[in-house]
Structures are given as C-alpha cells and as structure tokens.
C-alpha cells in the first residue's frame, strides 16, 4: 500500500470537493500561535505571516502558510501519526523523495542533509532538487519523530515548497518555525 504525501492527499481532497480555491471563510485563519492538542505541539508563526488550515470534520494536523501568488510557494507544518512506521530517518527521506518526484514529474536528489533539533526532538532537515533543468522547484523538510512504545509514534514536519529563485528569499522561514515550536504536551 503506498502512502500519499500531504500535499497529494490535499489534492485529492481538492478534486473529490471540487476545487481548492476557497474563499477564506472556508478555512480558518492561523495568525500568531498555533497549539495542537491532539498531536502536543504549539509554533509561534513569523511576523507577517498568515497560514490557514481546514475546518472540522477535517483533520487537525497543522496549517499552511501561502508565500506568494504561485500555488507551490508555501511552507506547511504538519503532525501526523506514523501511519508509514517509518523506522528511521532514511525511510522518510525516501518516502518524501518519492513524494516530490510525483509532484514534479521527474527524478529527484537530497542535494543537502543534515541532523538537526525540533522542539527538544532529534531531526534531519533535508534539501531536495529535481534533477531536470525544466523544473525550478525545491523542497526542503524538518522533520522529527516521536515515539511512544506499544504506538506507532508522531512525525512532526516542516516543509518549505518554492522557487529556486525565491529559495533564499523563503529558507529562513524554516529556522524561525524551528526556533518557536514546542513538542511538548500542552497545559
């Protein structure tokens, strides 16, 4: 059974609905902080920034914050439980490899690695490139586990989608995210 990345399970939610252009009502707004008391996180969103996540009956798993007028500009924090049972850190490497490829329709390359902390929890954050010239999109992922013995354990993710040309503009915004999440349960 394979997996479907978030951003391919949005866009099926997208299609069975009948489109993903809604008007802002559709959605609730994410401004300042964020907590998620069903999977124990909490982020404080950078200054100016304003994400936006789906009403119930939709899952609550995180928000999107939408960088520009190009529709794959954004940055996503997400928590979901290890429904995968990703094992290590080089399984959800492949896994979202294999996520980017189908978004851009080509072979991709981690063209940067390396381990990192989110919220007191030992990352990796990740930086992926398509390997043809006709694609200029990059991916780069935060991501964490947290496990729970006799659980499948929660993968907590950052992930930054935009332009090799905004690519400068935007990757900081994954080290403000990192440095203002809390995984820790909510009081």
């Not at 959800?92 to 080509?106: L, N, P, R, S, T």
Request: net charge negative.
């Amino acid at each position: 059974m394979r997996i479907l990345s978030p951003f391919s399970q949005i866009a099926i939610i997208c299609l069975v609905f009948g489109s993903c252009v809604v008007a802002q009502s559709d959605h609730i707004v994410v401004k300042d902080q964020y907590s998620n008391y069903d999977y124990a996180y909490a982020v404080r969103i950078p200054k100016g920034l304003t994400g936006s996540r789906s009403p119930s009956p939709f899952p609550n798993h995180g928000f999107v914050i939408q960088l520009s007028d190009h529709p794959n500009a954004t940055l996503a924090v997400d928590a979901s439980y290890n429904a995968a049972l990703w094992n290590s850190f080089e399984e959800a490497i492949e896994a979202h490899k294999e996520y980017f490829k189908d978004d851009v329709g080509g072979e991709v390359s981690v063209v940067a690695q390396a381990p990192a902390v989110l919220g007191r929890l030992k990352a990796i954050l990740f930086l992926m490139k398509p390997q043809t010239a006709d694609t200029s999109e990059v991916r780069e992922v935060l991501l964490a586990f947290r496990k729970a013995d006799g659980e499948v354990g929660i993968v907590y993710e950052i992930i930054l989608t935009t332009s090799t040309s905004r690519y400068d503009k935007d990757k900081h915004l994954i080290d403000d995210l990192q440095k203002n999440m809390a995984t820790e349960v909510i009081a």
